[in-house]
């Protein structure tokens, strides 16, 4: 089949984290026979026709060199809400729909997959050509913060072929957020590169949580938790991989609460070190409120580490048991800090991240991820020579 990519994050070099997962799925579509094209913005001037591991990539341009950085960031949508962000996000828009309508007929694609409804949803369904639209995160939170965001995705993702989500949560809160049916959208998570994770921790390292230090991630109630286990007799190491703008406020908390000695911020790793950072820890910690998907929970069991996440943590309660190899509990320290040390007295927890690890290997290999795919791709194209007959 041939296939356009659309997404506005999208590897520019070896090591970039923007739209890393995507690639993984682009890779396995190619692994497995399928002509795909990417089409993704331009950063500031780098733009074009090019080639990133044999899959052609077209870099939209669509500003001056200097004001192509509306993505890649982690700002578009802030950037967009300014008079001049705006003209540039509009000229983005329109100018990808003028490459897929071109690459439509130069390539005779059969369907297009746009990342996330806005701004890669918005170009495929102005382009006029059969879509599927994956939504993945922030795009969700900007229809449940914006009438008007609703509004316009309501006709977008109506007039997909099909809509997916990274996951259960996702799909019920863009369901609920634009009145489609639910059972219209699939829930698929995206790939993730197990390849890095070869060996299972030893344990004797305490507790470790990964994350952008952010007030969504709620690491203060991992610091609480601590101390609610000092109390109980149990003195554990945390260590916090990560940086962000938290990151003052939660070492300010440290100092207060006196657990300088227990706590240790690593700072940002390089997502090729997150397997060594997470090392052998005794339990992962993930407090993060309404995630997407829950990437670090997922990459913590599959080194045999077990998990506390929060009930309200979206997506990761597709990722985390309820018992065995991890805890759902509320957002509060004293349940954080019970599910811990239930998972630290479990001898049988371990052995059970370990299975339950093997399993997301599987499911998420990016091979199994792109077959799935692929069969949606055939339903579009199979419903289109329906409708021509």
């Known amino acids: 089949m041939r296939v356009a990519v659309l997404t506005h994050a999208y590897p520019r070099h070896d090591g970039d984290v923007a739209g890393a997962f995507i690639e993984r799925l682009v890779l396995g579509l190619d692994a497995r026979g399928h002509a795909v094209h990417v089409v993704a913005p331009a950063d500031e001037g780098r733009g074009g026709q090019g080639v990133r591991h044999q899959v052609p990539v077209t870099r939209v341009r669509y500003a001056p060199a200097r004001f192509e950085t509306l993505a890649y960031r982690g700002s578009m949508i802030a950037a967009a809400r300014s008079p001049a962000g705006l003209v540039w996000f509009g000229s983005l828009v329109w100018r990808q729909t003028r490459v897929l309508r071109r690459l439509w007929a130069a390539e005779r694609l059969d369907v297009v997959h746009a990342h996330w409804w806005i701004p890669g949803g918005l170009s495929a369904w102005l382009a006029g050509r059969p879509y599927i639209v994956t939504l993945h995160g922030m795009d969700v939170v900007l229809l449940e913060g914006s009438a008007t965001a609703r509004v316009v995705a309501r006709r977008i993702l109506r007039g997909a072929a099909a809509v997916t989500a990274v996951s259960s949560d996702l799909a019920d809160r863009a369901a609920r957020a634009t009145g489609i049916d639910p059972e219209r959208i699939v829930v698929q998570p995206m790939p993730i590169d197990a390849a890095r994770f070869t060996r299972l921790s030893r344990g004797g390292d305490g507790v470790v949580t990964v994350g952008r230090l952010m007030p969504r991630k709620r690491i203060h109630l ?42 240790r911020f690593l700072g940002e790793v390089a997502p090729a070190r997150i397997a060594e950072a997470i090392g052998d820890a005794d339990v992962f910690a993930f407090p993060a409120l309404g995630e997407g998907f829950g990437l670090a929970a997922a990459e913590a069991l599959l080194l045999g580490v077990p998990v506390v996440a929060t009930r309200d943590g979206g997506g990761v309660r597709d990722i985390v048991p309820t018992s065995g190899a991890g805890r759902l509990v509320s957002p509060d320290a004293r349940e954080i800090a019970r599910a811990i040390e239930e998972l630290l007295s479990d001898p049988a927890a371990r052995g059970l991240a370990a299975t339950a690890g093997a399993a997301l290997r599987r499911r998420l290999d990016p091979a199994a991820v792109a077959e799935h795919f692929e069969a949606l791709y055939r339903l579009v194209v199979s419903a289109r020579q329906g409708l021509r007959r």
């Open 222 to 263: 991992l610091l609480e938790a601590l101390t609610e286990l000092r109390g109980r007799g149990r003195i554990l190491p945390l260590t916090i991989v990560g940086d962000g703008p938290e990151r003052i406020r939660l070492e300010r908390r440290v100092a207060e609460l006196g657990l300088a000695g227990q706590v």
